[in-house]
């Protein structure tokens, strides 16, 4: 399995901000989802990713080659959170001005998409809600045939709806084998939908980064009574949370046993792992 990024010892000193040394892979052929909170350091991996930023140590390399390459633009598209185009641009402008930028852009499957998405190519951008503005950044992003996909937050700020049409449109882009999408969200149900590998950072150090399954696999939740968290397990529980009339935690599977008869498990989501594994963290 060829990794299309590879990320070794990465490293970024801000004033309040360090991104601690940082290494992950991402396969080939995959949608890998780039979890944490606001603020651990998903937007400015992606900057150093894409030579936005200039970092302090450690290699990048995308299809296996430096990410400076500047060869690599031609199979990268790009979407971040907020996609910055002239205000009083239509689609048809901001066309005219990408399009000179990518020999495999498609004036065909630009107009396709924006039918797809129901946007007027005459629309000024500044007139557009956030979810249009989003659905026109990804139609520009797939215009060119890119081999892979660098996501921002794409589902971030819209509705339900919003949100299940953009995982429908990356769920088609992935039709394709020969495609990759590393996707940075904090809205992990979206993940839970689409992913195939995950990659957890928290506070500028990666805390995970593997197989969504076996992430979720590994780990369960328990509740509770009083007096049913021997102290011997105290240790191997993790996020614990005590109130009045009992506890909750999450633990690894293989330490389950040795909770007496009450203890209720739980299926573990994405959202139960990151809050209980950021709590240990802090603690």
């Not at 956030?130 to 215009?143: C, E, H, I, P, Q």
């Not at 979206?190 to 076996?214: M, Q």
Request: with cysteine; aromatic share 10%.
């Amino acid at each position: 399995m060829n990794n299309v990024i590879e990320i070794s010892g990465l490293r970024k000193q801000y004033k309040n901000f360090l991104l601690n040394n940082i290494s992950f892979s991402v396969p080939g052929g995959f949608v890998c989802g780039f979890i944490g909170e606001n603020g651990a350091g998903k937007t400015t991996t992606l900057k150093l990713i894409l030579g936005m930023v200039m970092k302090d140590g450690g290699s990048i390399k995308l299809f296996g080659k430096p990410a400076d390459d500047v060869s690599l633009k031609e199979d990268i598209g790009v979407l971040f959170e907020q996609p910055y185009y002239q205000e009083d641009w239509t689609p048809v402008d901001i066309e005219k001005a990408m399009r000179p930028f990518y020999k495999k852009w498609s004036n065909t499957a630009f107009h396709q998409y924006l039918e797809r998405f129901s946007l007027d190519p005459k629309q000024k951008y500044k007139t557009m809600s956030r979810g249009m503005k989003m659905k026109l950044g990804m139609a520009v992003t797939l215009a060119h045939d890119a081999k892979l996909l660098l996501l921002d937050e794409p589902t971030s700020g819209l509705d339900p709806v919003g949100r299940d049409e953009m995982l429908e449109i990356l769920r088609d882009y992935m039709v394709e084998e020969d495609r990759t999408i590393f996707f940075s969200t904090h809205i992990t149900s979206d993940l839970e939908k689409i992913a195939d590998y995950i990659t957890y950072i928290k506070n500028g150090r990666i805390l995970y980064s593997g197989l969504k399954d076996e992430l979720i696999e590994k780990y369960c939740l328990i509740r509770g009574g009083i007096g049913d968290l021997p102290q011997s397990k105290r240790k191997q529980v993790l996020g614990l949370r005590e109130y009045p009339g009992g506890f909750d935690a999450m633990i690894e599977m293989k330490d389950i046993a040795g909770f007496p008869g009450s203890v209720i498990t739980e299926t573990v989501s994405l959202d139960d792992i990151m809050v209980r594994m950021s709590k240990e963290v802090e603690e």
